[in-house]
């Protein structure tokens, strides 16, 4: 019981973290900082795909090739 409190406190943690670099890349994004946004977004489905077994959608930023 202890432990799965601990994992879900860890999750949230991780989740809200992702949140911060959602608007990050947003902003990044916003002021046309293209390339960093895009490897930024590319590691943002990383995470959500490969470490927390999530389904992901592809940001904006992600797909755009605004440069």
Do not use: V
């Amino acid at each position: 019981m202890a432990r799965d409190k601990e994992a879900e406190r860890y999750r949230r943690a991780a989740e809200e973290a992702l949140q911060q670099l959602d608007w990050c890349i947003g902003y990044l994004h916003g002021i046309r900082k293209s390339q960093l946004s895009s490897r930024l977004a590319k590691n943002r489905e990383f995470i959500k795909r490969d470490l927390l077994k999530e389904a992901t959608a592809p940001t904006p930023t992600a797909t755009t090739s605004e440069s």
